[in-house]
């Protein structure tokens, strides 16, 4: 079963705008991860938040974490083309192992 | 650093035939893992392994499937015999401890007819 899930699944924008993508998660975690995934590619990690974290910044991307809520938020700023793809966030529940479970992901589409 | 690299990038085989993937992870990873991706069902964990030792193959979904991991440079995917629901893209991870970073491997499209 997913333990995140991305909300929307889709979203379509212009160039230069944000973009706001969701994920809730079902059990406590230890860290919470954002990975991009252009297609036909595979997915390639963005950022990553500690549990004991609220927020993180990392270029034109803002992720924030909301432990009580069980929920994160990944903000693209200043969208472009080019951040056209799938987003995907992957929580890292403790498990035995290097598990992580994925979500399924947000498609953006940011049109020029 | 070449990064996970799986072989072959696309296979096309007919309903019956054996299937095998193949993957190389990140030299000094200790944990690998086999995704299978389908728009459907989106992105699902198959198995993994820590330190070459199958630790999780819940995911597995039929016994047609099988994984090995003989060292740590390298893992294979056996689907033997093939279905055309088997259809999709197979990734390949590695990372290097628990909770940390999986780096994808390129996947293989697998087109069963």
């Known amino acids: 079963s997913q333990q995140g899930e991305e909300d929307p699944q889709a979203l379509s924008i212009q160039e230069g705008e944000n973009a706001t993508m969701n994920c809730s998660y079902k059990?406590?975690?230890?860290?919470l991860q954002w990975y991009r995934q252009n297609s036909g590619r595979g997915l390639v990690h963005l950022i990553l938040?500690?549990?004991?974290?609220r927020e993180k910044h990392s270029g034109r991307l803002r992720v924030t974490l909301d432990t009580s809520k069980k929920s994160s938020s990944l903000l693209i700023t200043a969208s472009r083309a080019a951040d056209t793809a799938s987003y995907f966030c992957?929580?890292?529940?403790?498990?035995?192992?290097?598990?992580?479970?994925f979500g399924g992901g947000t498609r953006l589409m940011v049109k020029p | 650093d070449a990064g996970v690299i799986q072989s072959p990038r696309h296979e096309v085989t007919e309903m019956g035939q054996e299937v095998t993937l193949r993957c190389k992870p990140i030299s000094g990873h200790n944990s690998l893992f086999w995704y299978r991706q389908t728009m459907m069902r989106g992105l699902e964990l198959l198995i993994y392994f820590n330190n070459n030792v199958p630790i999780d193959d819940s995911g597995m979904p039929e016994d047609r499937f099988s994984a090995k991991m003989p060292n740590a440079s390298f893992s294979t995917l056996k689907i033997q015999p093939s279905e055309p629901r088997d259809s999709a893209v197979y990734f390949c991870?590695?990372?290097?401890?628990?909770?940390?970073?999986?780096?994808f491997g390129p996947g293989t499209r697998l087109t069963v007819l």
């Open positions: 991870a590695s990372s290097t401890r628990q909770g940390a970073t999986q780096y």
């Open positions: 992957a929580t890292d529940a403790g498990n035995a192992g290097n598990m992580l479970t």
């Open positions: 938040i500690r549990s004991n974290e």
């Open positions: 059990t406590s975690i230890n860290n």
